[in-house]
């Protein structure tokens, strides 16, 4: 059931029992496909059946997968497309600061807006790609592992650690289009736009003329 679902994908499970409809369904909580082994749905399974009230071998299962396509960024990716990407649309607008890194992307791009909002005199040389790589390499070591990409749980990550920052993260040129949010009261926000095409991350320099 989960052989066309990607690895990255977030997958969850339902398992009703046809035959006595008074059963409760066995849920799986939503997890990576790639976490969704035979052996952790078997012993989640094994040990939720116990507590119904019937639930016999011979009963008829109704087994449902649900999958979520989660945003994840490794670095920039080269495709063929017509049309102009997201990053190069917003930057015609003078609001987006292009992240230049190959890899780490998320990272690199809150560092470059948090130097940012600080008036860091690092700023440019971050910006140009210069003397950031020990600081995000610094983070990466200090907070989370990107090796799986930058998602939507490794956005949770850096807002838990960034705690004095609200993180919003932007899919579209619309102010509106917000993939994710941190839930954080704070003036100081973090600004950033993803380009589902590329996968990659940059940072929104000026919302007011972003939107």
Not at 121 to 141: F, M
Request: charged share 25%; aromatic share 8%; glycine share 6%.
């Amino acid at each position: 059931m989960l052989e066309d679902v990607g690895d990255a994908e977030m997958v969850g499970i339902t398992i009703h029992n046809e035959v006595n409809q008074s059963d409760k369904p066995i849920g799986f909580s939503f997890r990576r496909k790639d976490q969704s082994s035979a052996d952790v749905i078997w012993s989640v399974f094994d040990k939720v059946s116990h507590s119904n009230a019937r639930f016999n071998a011979t009963d008829t299962l109704i087994v449902a997968v649900h999958s979520v396509t989660i945003p994840v960024a490794f670095g920039r990716v080269a495709i063929k497309r017509k049309s102009r990407p997201l990053a190069t649309m917003a930057h015609l607008k003078r609001s987006v600061v292009e992240v230049r890194a190959e890899e780490n992307c998320l990272a690199h791009a809150l560092v470059i807006t948090i130097v940012r909002l600080n008036n860091d005199p690092n700023y440019k040389a971050y910006r140009q790609g210069g003397k950031i790589r020990p600081v995000v390499r610094q983070l990466l070591e200090t907070c989370i592992d990107l090796k799986n990409g930058g998602g939507i749980p490794e956005l949770t990550r850096f807002q838990e650690h960034f705690h004095e920052y609200k993180l919003v993260v932007y899919s579209g040129l619309n102010c509106d289009s917000i993939m994710y949010q941190g839930h954080v009261e704070s003036n100081k926000r973090v600004n950033l736009l993803f380009d589902e095409v590329i996968r990659h991350y940059h940072v929104i320099g000026n919302l007011t003329g972003y939107g």
